[in-house]
């Protein structure tokens, strides 16, 4: 599913090391995913915050952010209608993947109370105190506050959610200090919701994104993803590609 979408804007904006010369706008979506396993639902990610929608940005993030990413976001697309339109309830998912603390992913983080929430161990700190070099709007204080008490489940690494392989958190850190993705087998085949470890096709060609707490350990997560798909044919869905959006990857079952 997609958050909205942000832009458009130059694709320099997101990724300064890309080309001058083949600079272009683009407008992006905001992945988000569910999975349904029989032990349980699992939810990773939860886009732009709800107040975010209609036109609302500006009482939410900060100024220069909403003018930076142009956030496009209905009601319809926040994380509790889409999984309405799915037949689903928010108190139906058993997990919440977090796969970094950023704005535009764990906007409803709020609304999974009753979920097991994992999340990298060094991403739950990031939220609550950035590296000066790190710290900015792309966090948002209120995205976090009062989550303390939550279910949380911090890792250090890789987790097999439900013990049988087929639901595992992968510890891709490196645009942010704990970002995680999520590795799913299914009878398709593997597929691993990457998220935010590669924003679009262009950081898989060795243009890194523009915002990282690790350059170093980015790649090497990319490398990591990259040897999944080699090797075990899996699809790769990233946090931000415009063409799986328009690919028809969005809004639809993978079996
Ligand atoms: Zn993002």
Not at 102 to 127: P, R, V
């Amino acid at each position: 599913m997609s958050s909205g979408t942000l832009g458009p804007f130059s694709i320099r904006v997101l990724i300064p090391s890309f080309p001058e010369d083949q600079d272009r706008d683009i407008t992006i979506p905001i992945m988000m995913a569910v999975i349904d396993h029989p032990k349980g639902l699992v939810v990773y990610d939860s886009g732009n915050n709800i107040a975010v929608s209609d036109g609302g940005c500006k009482s939410y993030w900060a100024e220069g952010m909403c003018d930076l990413l142009q956030p496009s976001q209905t009601r319809a697309d926040v994380i509790d209608m889409q999984l309405k339109k799915l037949g689903y309830k928010i108190s139906d998912v058993k997990a919440y993947v977090m796969s970094h603390a950023h704005l535009d992913h764990a906007g409803n983080l709020k609304m999974f109370e009753n979920a097991i929430i994992f999340a990298q161990q060094d991403e739950i700190y990031q939220a609550r105190w950035q590296a000066p070099f790190q710290a900015g709007p792309a966090f948002v204080d209120a995205d976090h506050a009062g989550t303390n008490a939550f279910n949380w489940a911090p890792l250090n690494g890789d987790y097999d959610v439900f013990g049988d392989g087929s639901v595992v958190v992968m510890d891709t850190r490196g645009h942010t200090l704990g970002t995680s993705s999520v590795y799913v087998k299914l009878k398709s085949g593997p597929l691993v919701v990457a998220g935010d470890a590669i924003w679009m096709e262009e950081n898989l060609e060795g243009y890194p994104a523009g915002l990282n707490f690790s350059v170093q350990q980015y790649f090497a997560s990319i490398d990591r993803l990259k040897l999944i798909r080699d090797l075990q044919g899996a699809e790769l869905v990233m946090g931000h590609s415009a063409n799986q959006y328009s690919s028809g990857l969005y809004n639809k079952w993978i079996r």
